[in-house]
């Protein structure tokens, strides 16, 4: 069973910042690089969205038109962890945000939420006006 936890959440003004991390453990020895991971919000009342994403290995990084130029995703292998940077928060950002691994090693980054297997919890992410 792999394990997702994700810390960093918060409530921030507009225009401020936050950093999140997901933190895998459990059956992830020698293989977090081989899986993409991504990440996801949900606001109250509306489905859940990809926000960006980070290939497996060294892969590319992708991201949602809505956050372009403002949030940085990456990862850190060796720790088994995957970090999103958000600048410039907006109160639409309010959310909860979850991390997740993709569903088959070796697979690109994809937008459907049906295509990851393994979920955080989430972290609350409030952005007043």
């Known amino acids: 069973q792999v394990r997702l936890v994700e810390s960093g959440g918060g409530l921030v003004q507009t225009g401020g910042s936050l950093r999140l991390s997901c933190v895998a453990s459990g059956r992830t020895f020698g293989t977090f690089n081989i899986y993409s991971m991504g990440w996801f919000r949900q606001a109250p009342g509306k489905e859940r969205e990809f926000v960006a994403g980070?290939?497996?290995?060294?892969?590319?990084?992708y991201y949602a038109d809505s956050v372009k130029g403002r949030f940085t995703t990456s990862r850190d292998n060796a720790e088994n962890t995957m970090y999103l940077q958000m600048n410039s928060l907006k109160p639409e950002d309010t959310a909860v945000y979850y991390c997740?691994?993709?569903?088959?090693?070796?697979?690109?980054?994809?937008?459907?939420?049906?295509?990851?297997?393994?979920w955080g919890q989430g972290t609350q992410v409030t952005v007043s006006s």
């Open positions: 980070v290939g497996w290995s060294t892969g590319g990084t």
């Open positions: 997740a691994r993709r569903r088959s090693a070796y697979r690109s980054i994809t937008y459907s939420p049906s295509d990851y297997d393994f």
